[in-house]
């Protein structure tokens, strides 16, 4: 794609691939790999025969969530930009890509075969299935760094429930596989996503292709993730991101690689 | 009952059993099945003595959903009847039923030995609690013919989160009996469902009568299924019910018993 | 505390533990123990260092649920008081506990060892986490006193959703430990919560005070307990409790520990 943050495959007109291919940033999300998953999802959306799009990640991490040198200068210290309207524009842009990913007219299935933290939990959470090996690692560590997952957390409440998302927030320690299977937040535990998507396409090439999208939409009206709620998830993220410290974590960390509570 | 589509039995004066009696036909869901259950919940709810209700069906069967013939016919052809305003009727017939489960002052018990497909996920859903033995099948093909499980959806969130009633949705794959039990579309899982029915008496023999309707009032307004609800989900099936192909697929298989993937 | 219903232990600065301290009541909440907790939690509040509150009890019960005699004595016969003012005072109480013990700026944790019944659970299911031993035993038995757990179910509907709490409600059937756990009533499972508090410590004393309230917060808006269901479980409950022999059966209960169904 353009940025080269993802690659895309097609082996089988019924399935558009997407593999984060940043393994050297962690697959981190950053206004590129955004723009790119939109482009993928695109070209899913205007081919008459993907039924299926696939998202995964080769090695060990799926994705490491924002990318903290970007948002790092996105969220300038608060003494310094005030009221900058651009300010929130990274976390608007995340909760749009979450809920694109959530409405595109596609099956939509996440392979977890590593560590998926923070924003990373949100990609998964926002597609429609979740396949994960035992290499699978989820977690949600923004409290450590002053943050929350503001968007990811809509999305993971629909998916697991109150509780799960909460207890991940509030411990930001790590589910295994077993356990995001246990507590709904990946679908299946087994060594290789293949049979699954063959499985899920024994279904699908029959299914005319309107009955995803028709589907997705009446679903989510019945648990909807509504504009206050997106309004609300990035003015608070914001808010966190400006308190004092955390943005200076953030660069500190894209520069030295050292974490806040490593002081 | 009037139209010989269940029969009803009360050994113990304590319990009604209803069981779907219309094999040859997969027990499907149509006005005459609509009417006998009702009928036959009039009774429960008219005996003192009744405490639990019992939905049951012998053989491979529990229920196949819809009737494909009865809905061939109530929904014709966009091109011939548009406007028509009997056009829903069943939808809203069905619909109302599922309600009636959730509601009616008795505990409602579904014991699944058999397949359960479409409207008959929302039949076991709309129960207070099921039982399913190892025989148990669980799926919503409705995608494959044009159609989603409007009227389902609703009491199958209620009961086993968005998750769930999403991915059965959207994949058609059917949840083995052990699935279902994981994933909360049924409670337990055993060969036979008479202890359960033991236990749920010793209890409920001694709780004052009107106290399970007080409790499903209450529990039910902290997740209403609302009347808005209700009438989208009747729209929508009426809608897509009318679209180009979906009533013929019903009509033909209904005469010739060829699935509308089968062209 | 002043009431002596608990005791408050701080070998860690960053750890409250309150053990509910009345087991020959059997942990009963009546107003002195919600007066007690409040107390101990305004103490933890006032710690900078805190970060995790334990809410435990030795030996076999956990809290057996609503005071009865209190109960029996704030609700008196409808005939004798109806329209007292006072009535529902002790709803009204027992909910703003709840509700507290959702929105303290503090990781709160429910370890269970024993018996945990009808108000128990409410305790339980208002914490951020809760871990059982095999000993945990959870059981909603309002209904065969003629009452509902109004002011537990919007807690517990969050934490396991609906089909669980009506279950329990319905039936009045206890949960083992186990089916605690899968069932989402329950996070952890195991003979000793002191590994998941050392768990829990390593990476909350990582985090900034303020973040464990700012979490609370906005994930409490993801999945709100309004004030209008606040005023209607209150109002529930006393409506309840106000029926002919309700509290005819708690005061006979407080005095004799004959329960209602033995005539």
Redesign the interface.
């Known amino acids: 794609m353009s940025h080269g943050t993802v690659r895309v495959g097609r082996q089988d007109p019924a399935v558009l691939r997407i593999t984060l291919s940043r393994p050297e940033r962690g697959n981190t999300v950053d206004s590129a790999l955004i723009a790119d998953l939109h482009e993928a999802l695109d070209g899913a959306e205007k081919s008459d025969a993907c039924r299926l799009v696939v998202l995964d990640s080769p090695g060990q991490v799926f994705c490491n969530g924002l990318d903290m040198a970007e948002s790092a200068a996105e969220f300038p210290a608060a003494s310094d930009h005030d009221g900058d309207p651009g300010r929130g524009a990274a976390g608007s842009a995340f909760f749009g890509l979450l809920r694109r990913l959530t409405e595109t007219p596609r ?1 939509t299935l996440a392979c977890v075969d590593g560590r998926v933290t923070g924003g990373g939990v949100g990609l998964a959470a926002a597609c ?2 979740v396949h994960t090996t035992e290499r699978g690692v989820f977690s949600l560590p923004e ?2 760094w ?1 943050l ?1 997952p ?1 968007s990811v ?2 999305f993971l ?11 991940m ?5 790590p589910l295994t596989a077993r356990e995001a299977v246990d ?2 937040l990946a ?1 299946e535990l087994s060594p290789d996503a293949a049979p699954l998507v063959r ?2 396409l024994s ?2 090439t ?3 292709a309107r ?2 999208g ?3 939409q ?2 989510s ?3 909807p993730v509504t504009a206050e ?1 997106e309004r ?1 998830a990035v003015t ?1 993220f914001a808010r ?1 991101a400006a308190a004092p410290g955390v943005r200076e974590g953030m660069a500190r960390f894209a520069a030295e690689g050292r974490y806040p ?1 490593e002081r």
Chains 1, 2, 3 share one sequence.
Not at 169 to 173: A, D
């Open positions: 099956l429609d299935l409290a450590l002053g929350l503001c957390l809509p409440v629909r998916r697991t429930g109150f509780r799960t998302a909460g207890s927030t509030l411990t930001t320690l507590r709904g679908d499985r899920l279904r699908l029959k299914v005319d009955m995803i028709e589907a997705k009446y679903l009206a019945l648990h709620t609300r608070e966190l509570w």
